[in-house]
């Protein structure tokens, strides 16, 4: 009799401690996803505010007249590298391209002479 009571409250036990720690995971468990829904909600809320702010976009245009003004440049045999390198990947992946979106615009330069303008 007493292996009997013995083992009925060891049983009673350990369901009561593992309901206690299922609940206590479900309670931790739904403040974690609180806590990163509402993370996630302000990191958009961020970006579209630096987006409306009239010092991001000076900014952007600081660095657009930098880049586009700017007197730094490859030396020639480097440019036509780098030239010749974008022309490759270019004609390599605008197949591609043309498949997926259908756009004219990436047809090569002799593609877009034939059609008509």
């Known amino acids: 009799m007493d292996l009997l ?3 009925a409250r060891t049983v009673i ?3 009561v401690v593992t309901l ?3 609940f206590a995971f479900l309670v931790v468990a739904d403040d974690i996803e609180d806590l990163i829904a509402r993370r996630i909600a302000r990191i958009k809320f961020d970006a579209i505010a630096r987006l409306e702010d009239p010092r991001f976009w000076s900014l952007a245009a600081k660095g657009i007249s930098q880049l586009a003004y700017s007197k730094m440049d490859f030396p020639a045999d ?3 590298k780098v030239m010749d390198d974008l ?3 270019g004609d ?3 197949p591609y391209v043309v498949a997926l979106t259908g ?3 990436c047809q090569t330069p002799a593609a877009q002479g034939d059609a008509p303008r």
């Open 5 to 7: 009571y013995f083992t």
């Open 13 to 15: 036990v350990v369901l």
């Open 20 to 22: 206690a720690m299922v």
């Open 78 to 80: 480097q440019k036509q």
């Open 87 to 89: 022309k490759a990947i």
């Open 92 to 94: 390599r992946w605008r």
């Open 103 to 105: 756009a004219q615009a």
